[in-house]
């Protein structure tokens, strides 16, 4: 018993290979792949999801702005009408203001 070899390249590379099935059968590369790529994934997920948030906001925000803009541009013109301007449409200023506003914001 005292002729031991040492081990080679290859019979050290065969021990490895058992022991990564042993580990196989018992927790599976499925679940180990899963458990190293969950966090980067749901780090990715909060972000494009932030992402999305972001830019549904900005672009209401948007919208918002531009339905406010078309607003005051037209009651400053409905403003800019005489009492007799509006007699001359017989048109009534409140009922003016309240169908832009119908319009624009629905």
Known sequence: MTGHAP????????????NTLFLQRII????CVSIR??????TMRRRRNLA?????LMSRARTSIAKR????RLIAEIDSFSSR????MRAD??????????????
């Open 85 to 88: 301007d509006l007699a001359d």
């Open 7 to 18: 081990l080679t390249g290859y019979a050290l590379s065969a021990m490895v290979h058992c």
């Open 52 to 56: 999305m948030i972001l830019d549904n």
């Open 28 to 31: 599976t590369m499925s679940c």
């Open 93 to 106: 200023r409140s009922e003016m203001l309240y169908q832009v506003h119908k319009q624009i914001y629905g």
């Open 37 to 42: 790529e969950e966090q980067p994934a749901a």
């Open 69 to 72: 803009r078309q607003y005051n």
